[in-house]
């Protein structure tokens, strides 16, 4: 798939153009350029691996450490065919990741307490958003949520759901995977649930 078939403008602020593309095996370069970069450190930790697993961990083989083990349980799922998200690029440069995913792939979910299923409608889930710190403020997350919605559509999604910040007090950005409530309400999300105050669960109906 084309990059640029998600380009999006980003800011109206800063007027920041970005495109985005699935994460594919000729990417992978690019999301380890992505999650080395400063303000990236849960994320080169987890490697959007956390939520895919439920329970116990595979053990780790000699030597390797637990982001180790993440990191090549992505690449193998990206190997295989499987885009589990998209990166978004100012010109060549990776600048931000939104994963992405029927919500039955990350089998994490079904435990939560706050971001178990709602009822039993199919649904996609944005997990987590990632923007080194360099770029920040300057509507990159919003650009990848307005992509990743596009991209979903595109593959059948009737409902994305997400499960947002919602905190009067800005929080630590290096916190804010899940994205703010905020973001989600201008890109058209509707809450549907709340099981805990700072804890919405937010939908967008396809069209």
């Known amino acids: 798939m084309a990059r640029g078939e998600f380009e999006r403008k980003a800011s109206r602020k800063v007027h920041m153009k970005i495109s985005v593309a699935p994460l594919t095996p000729e990417r992978w370069p690019d999301i380890e350029i992505l999650f080395a970069s400063k303000g990236c450190s849960f994320a080169r ?48 440069t990776p600048v931000g990741w939104i994963s992405i995913a029927p919500r039955e792939e990350y089998a994490r979910l079904k435990r939560s307490s706050v971001m178990k299923a709602v009822d039993d409608q199919p ?3 944005v997990i987590c958003l990632v923007v080194p710190s360099e770029y920040r403020g300057q509507g990159i997350a919003h650009a990848l949520l307005q992509a990743a919605v596009v991209y979903a559509k595109k593959r059948g999604a009737s409902l994305i759901e997400a499960y947002p910040i919602d905190k009067p007090s800005r929080s630590n950005d290096s916190f804010m995977w899940f994205g703010a409530k905020s973001m989600y ?23």
């Open 123 to 125: 649904v996609w889930s």
């Open 185 to 207: 309400d201008k890109a058209g999300f509707e809450e549907v649930a709340r099981r805990k105050p700072q804890r919405p669960i937010v939908r967008l109906k396809a069209r």
């Open 45 to 92: 930790t987890c490697w959007c691996m956390d939520y895919r697993l439920s329970g116990g961990r595979p053990p780790l083989e000699s030597g390797q450490t637990r982001a180790e083990a993440n990191r090549a349980a992505l690449k193998k799922l990206v190997e295989t065919g499987t885009s589990p998200g998209l990166i978004g690029y100012r010109g060549t």
